[in-house]
């Protein structure tokens, strides 16, 4: 040890310490100390937060895929959305020998009063084929198809048939059934294995490009979507002999008649009528759509969306009705 170190003070140590801590608390930074929300910023988050929530209700409310039993549908204007709730249509000379004004009017009011009382959103769609008087509710919306997509699909084997591009008894690439076979039991079954089989054939491309073609604007195979207006005009063209010759149509409508689904819309006709049709239902949507062979045949399409399954079972027979006893 240095003769320095041996007289050095011992306190110049401590007092060397003491300067070190006093460095680094002043090169510490500070922690900020943060103040409580006062009344304006508090006033702020509560007005941002009703805000979101009274939002988020009307644009709940006013959904196009529910609505609740006795509440109206909230709807924006007409002019915003760019839509009708219902439409009556004539033939270009005005003249309906068929169904009335005033029976067109009765039964649009009564299938609202019917289905206001309900769960989801429905709509219709009638054509009579005699006069072409057609008329509905709510029947430009956009509603799931469910299996009524099947319907395209059905007369696109039977115009390829026509075309000469398939035989119809030959079996199709992947399956063990033929064309006529998976047709038929998409029509008396609802078989979504056939359906499949036959979009694996064609494409779902090729298959919207068909939909597209007849006109039916707001249908997609692959949005799985439709309105009650384009169903109704599918089975008018199939009537009409549009789409397929009258042996393919008989022969299509054959398969959609007496199916394994003839508690909805055929519930609702008289027994001893005919009824060609196609039913379809998902989670919330109940479907049922095709020709009633009545005194005058007449289309009939009824949708509907955002539904309680139980209750549309129960209320189907009954909304057909309504249309039948204008039609008959």
Known sequence: MSIINLFKNPKDKNQRDDSDEEEKEIRRPKK???KPWGKKERLLVLSVLLVTILSSSILGISSRDWK?????????PKSFLGEETYVIEKKTDGKATGTSQEKIDQTIS???NKTDNTSGVWGFYAIDLSDK???G???DEIFQAASLIKLP???LVYKKYEEGEINLDEKVPGSTSTYRELVREMGKRSDNSAQITLVNTF????IDAYINEIRMRKTSLEENETSPKDVGLFFKMLWEEDLVSTKSRDEILGYLTNTIYEDWLVAGI????????KYGSEVHVVNDAGIVYGPKPFVVVIMSKGVVEKEANEIFPELAKIIYDAEK
Do not use: C, D, W
């Not at 609740?68 to 924006?76: A, C, D, K, N, V």
């Not at 494409?203 to 090729?206: A, C, R, T």
């Open 68 to 76: 609740l039993p006795g509440i109206p549908r909230l709807t924006f």
């Open 32 to 34: 900020e100390v943060y």
């Open 137 to 139: 509710l709510n029947q």
């Open 110 to 112: 009564a299938f609202k």
């Open 270 to 277: 008289p027994k001893g009528i005919r009824v060609a049709h």
């Open 153 to 155: 699909i059905m007369s």
């Open 203 to 206: 494409g779902k491309g090729k």
């Open 133 to 135: 008087v057609s008329y």
